[in-house]
């Protein structure tokens, strides 16, 4: 299973870099150089965005000048979301670039596999079970084949399944299976242990210690004015999704490795007997000689004054004969010579997106901000012939150019995240592209080359058109630009429940990405499913208007769960497609493109009550989805839990983690109980353990513990076969419970009071039964409701019995 995928476009390997051009100062220059001038490289494996130790690639990254890589396997598809909504791969694409954000920070780069977070494993066997693991394997061999790390270190320790989360003990695994499948490998592996992995400091302070390497981590860096963990605390905290915001600290703290493979390096120094200068390559030495004097005596004031012997140097590195550090070495000084030169290249649209075959007009600035010698030859747009544009660059003299009406190439793909445009499993992405497969993104989508000469040194500087605006608020905006379809499709309601066998409306809103937009728009249902009318003609004006059109649908007699989609056809194209964007401000601005599709659920279902309280906890949309079947939603904020208000609900509902995000419930929870004690229903949905806001979360004793069944698919048994909640007004089958998705449930109590009542049990394999999935408590005159299960997952996908189980909780003793 040898690799060798050295031979990147060096292109694509350049382009890693935000949205928004860097501007680097004298600083950053500096710091950069250092890092061109030293030749280590660190690898950090784990399984998640969150997982890795922002400390230790702050540390190499800032303290060794290493190259610095975190490869996380997964790009967290499978967790939960605290700043809104999107689950799976939209959480996903979120996560990315909160991890991009992070290493932007740090320092370091970024990597990942085709492996799809699809929840929590308890077991490496079951992770491996669902992902393809020799695919996984094959991208951990080429991560590292791509990145050459002389160290790699494993979050996790390989020889301890089922202690924690299988996905982070096969982490570790596979780092260890690739290390020995390369035919280099690294010098030193090592596992990144602490008191946590003993169980606790006193068993930390015991253990055997021969083999760890102990050092000091937090070091401070006069260039930054920060700590080492001030900046890594930074890092940190760019997982908002996850609520990760962190504390810098400073002062001496120590951090610990233990060697798994290689031999033990001197304590003051990791990298001791590797060859990091620039005498471990061919060629290298004579770069070593021009670079090394910039370093020592560089010129803060005026930078430029060492692009002529940069220039000598990077001249040097093309004639190297290592592909691999001739292709790494030129992105890093490329950016030092157009950084030292205050060079300014940038190419942006005249609009946010466009669609193929539609001309725009892109606007050119290019400006050398230094008196060194620099022409603009030629240019180029999207790979096509380059065109004369020859011009000197005088000390800041602002040149302006467009290119009107350039027509967009009926050749160039749909802009999507590169992991989405294939159908994934469940375990698994699909990227046919194996070059680009382990990268965060796809940089160069629409890629324009800019041909300087420099010191009478022809360079290209490649550049992607970006579209800016100037934001009221925000000020200069940059926005990714994008190639739409004519027309896009979006379903109103995902998933439309059917308890009768009278038709129902399908809504369906049509947006244009260009003017003049016409065609057609079809349901495309099953046999059993009949819609009215077979199609509907559409004619939009206004480019970005919308237009919504309405369906009806009849179901069948009988119970039936399908997929439907919407059809979109134009006089250029004809597809099923959904443009999903993702918008905040720490991160950029995301476009998806998914199958237009939703689901069609004729059920069996009963209901009672009608109107429901919902506090919104951690973005999660299960309001949304009642309101399918009839039920009256009034969303409420914490200041308005008063008996007053609460008093007029048949039922109140607190999203999922209600108790770990909204403060107000510190206090405000008494007045939920009171309405429990008054004969109202609260149902309760699952909140984590770490950062509850209050223990008090129910009128009576009850512990919520790390508890939870992953196996979608696990038996399910009823404790109390009689009660209200299994029996009226739906009777609940352990059919109910076919067709789960991802996991049954989570974080379930392990203690609770025996005025609870424990309704269902079920257990993973080789596990004791785990009965704190579903929790009643008869409370004064109401019911107090307690779950873990998964709702939040099953509604959104048309899972039957969890509707019928949850109007159950919501009509109880109605």
Not at 322 to 329: E, G, P, R
Not at 622 to 641: A, D, F, R, T
């Given at each position: 299973m040898r690799r060798n995928y050295t031979a990147l476009l060096l292109l694509f390997t350049i382009i890693i870099q935000a949205q928004a051009p860097k501007k680097l100062n004298s600083n950053q220059i500096f710091e950069e150089i250092q890092k061109l001038n030293f030749l280590g490289k660190v690898l950090y494996v784990a399984a998640h965005p969150d997982d890795?130790?922002?400390?230790?690639?702050?540390?190499?990254?800032?303290?060794?000048?290493?190259?610095?890589?975190?490869?996380?396997l997964t790009r967290g598809d499978g967790g939960q979301n605290l700043i809104g909504p999107e689950l799976r791969e939209k959480l996903g694409a979120i996560r990315t670039q909160e991890l991009l954000a992070a290493r932007n920070i740090d320092g370091g780069n970024q990597f990942f596999t085709r492996a799809n977070d699809f929840g929590y494993s308890k077991e490496p066997s079951e992770t491996f079970s669902i992902w393809n693991k020799e695919q996984v394997l094959e991208d951990v061999v080429q991560v590292m084949e791509t990145f050459h790390p002389d160290i790699v270190i494993n979050r996790f320790n390989h020889r301890t399944p089922g202690t924690t989360h299988g996905h982070h003990t096969a982490s570790a695994i596979l780092s260890l299976e690739a290390y020995e499948q390369l035919k280099t490998k690294p010098k030193r592996v090592f596992f990144n242990t602490s008191w946590w992995?003993?169980?606790?400091?006193?068993?930390?302070?015991?253990?055997?210690?021969?083999?760890?390497?102990?050092?000091?981590?937090?070091?401070?860096?006069?260039l930054k004015g920060k700590s080492n963990h001030e900046i890594a605390a930074l890092s940190r905290s760019q997982h908002q999704c996850q609520g990760f915001g962190s504390t810098g600290s400073r002062g001496n703290e120590t951090e610990y490795l233990e060697l798994l493979k290689g031999d033990l390096p001197n304590v003051t120094n990791i990298f001791d007997g590797i060859d990091t200068s620039w005498n471990r390559i061919k060629g290298g030495e004579s770069i070593g000689k021009i670079l090394t004097p910039i370093q020592n005596n560089f010129d803060f004031n005026n930078p430029a004054s060492h692009i002529p012997q940069l220039v000598k140097a990077y001249l040097l590195i093309q004639k190297l004969e290592?592909?691999?550090?001739?292709?790494?070495?030129t992105k890093e000084i490329l950016k030092i010579i157009e950084a030292c030169s205050g060079m300014y290249l940038e190419a942006v649209s005249s609009v946010e997106n466009a669609t193929k075959n539609e001309a725009i007009t892109i606007n050119f600035e290019v400006i050398n901000r230094s008196h060194s010698k620099i022409k603009l030859l030629s240019y180029s747009i999207l790979n096509q012939p380059k065109k004369v544009?020859?011009?000197?660059?005088?000390?800041?003299?602002?040149?302006?150019?467009?290119?009107?009406?350039?027509?967009?190439?009926?050749?160039?793909?749909?802009?999507?995240?590169?992991?989405?445009?294939?159908?994934?499993?469940?375990?698994?992405?699909?990227?046919?592209?194996k070059a680009i497969r382990i990268?965060?993104?796809?940089?160069?989508?629409?890629?324009?080359?800019?041909?300087?000469?420099?010191?009478?040194?022809?360079?290209?500087?490649?550049?992607?058109?970006?579209?800016?605006?100037?934001?009221?608020?925000?000020?200069?905006?940059?926005?990714?630009?994008?190639?739409?379809?004519?027309?896009?499709?979006?379903?109103?309601?995902?998933?439309?429940?059917?308890?009768?066998?009278?038709?129902?409306?399908?809504?369906?809103?049509?947006?244009?990405?260009?003017?003049?937009?016409?065609?057609?728009?079809?349901?495309?249902?099953?046999?059993?499913?009949?819609?009215?009318?077979?199609?509907?003609?559409?004619?939009?004006?206004?480019?970005?208007?919308?237009k919504t059109v309405n369906f009806k649908v009849y179901p069948p007699k009988n119970e039936s769960n399908v997929d439907f989609s919407v059809e979109i056809e134009t006089t250029k194209e004809k597809h099923q497609l959904e443009c999903v964007e993702i918008k905040y401000d720490h991160i950029p601005k995301q476009t998806i493109l998914q199958p237009s599709e939703g689901k069609l659920v004729k059920l069996d279902i009963k209901t009672k009550g009608?109107?429901?309280?919902?506090?919104?906890?951690?973005?999660?949309?299960?309001?949304?989805?009642?309101?399918?079947?009839?039920?009256?939603?009034?969303?409420?904020?914490?200041?308005?839990?008063?008996?007053?208000?609460?008093?007029?609900?048949?039922?109140?509902?607190?999203?999922?983690?209600?108790?770990?995000?909204?403060?107000?419930?510190?206090f405000k929870q008494k007045e939920l109980f009171k309405y429990v004690e008054n004969g109202g229903n609260l149902i309760v949905q699952y909140n984590t353990t770490s950062g509850l806001i209050t223990k008090d979360v129910a009128p009576f004793e009850l512990s919520i513990s790390r508890d939870r069944v992953t196996n979608e698919k696990a038996k399910v048994t009823f404790l109390a076969p009689s009660n209200p909640v299994l029996n009226t007004p739906n009777k609940i089958t352990t059919k109910d419970f076919e067709n789960w998705v991802q996991e049954q449930g989570l974080y379930y109590p392990n203690k609770w009071n025996k005025a609870f009542t424990p309704i269902l049990s079920a257990a993973d394999d080789g596990e004791d039964q785990k009965e704190g999935a579903l929790l009643v408590a008869k409370y004064g005159k109401g019911n107090y409701i307690y779950t873990g299960l998964s709702f939040f997952r099953e509604l959104p996908e048309g899972v039957s019995g969890a509707y019928r189980l949850l109007v159950n909780l919501i009509s109880l003793d109605k």
């Open positions: 890795e130790n922002t400390r230790l690639i702050t540390y190499f990254a800032n303290h060794y000048h290493a190259e610095t890589a975190y490869l996380s992995f003993y169980g606790s400091e006193e068993a930390f302070e015991k253990a055997d210690k021969s083999n760890l390497i102990a050092f000091n981590a937090n070091v401070y860096y006069p290592d592909s691999y550090w001739k292709i790494d070495k544009k020859e011009v000197e660059l005088t000390n800041n003299e602002k040149i302006n150019f467009e290119e009107k009406n350039f027509q967009i190439p009926n050749s160039v793909d749909y802009t999507n995240l590169f992991w989405l445009k294939e159908k994934p499993t469940v375990g698994m992405y699909q990227v046919s592209n990268y965060p993104e796809e940089k160069l989508q629409f890629p324009v080359i800019f041909s300087i000469e420099i010191e009478g040194t022809k360079i290209d500087f490649v550049k992607n058109l970006v579209y800016k605006m100037n934001d009221r608020r925000k000020g200069e905006t940059y926005i990714p630009f994008s190639i739409l379809p004519e027309v896009t499709s979006e379903i109103a309601n995902k998933v439309s429940i059917f308890n009768t066998n009278a038709p129902k409306d399908i809504l369906v809103k049509l947006k244009t990405n260009k003017e003049n937009s016409s065609g057609k728009a079809r349901l495309v249902v099953p046999n059993n499913w009949r819609v009215e009318p077979n199609e509907i003609p559409f004619s939009i004006a206004i480019k970005n208007d919308e009608k109107n429901i309280g919902y506090l919104i906890g951690a973005g999660d949309e299960v309001g949304k989805y009642l309101e399918n079947i009839g039920y009256n939603i009034s969303y409420i904020s914490p200041n308005e839990l008063n008996a007053a208000i609460l008093n007029k609900f048949d039922a109140i509902i607190l999203g999922i983690r209600a108790f770990n995000t909204i403060e107000d419930l510190k």
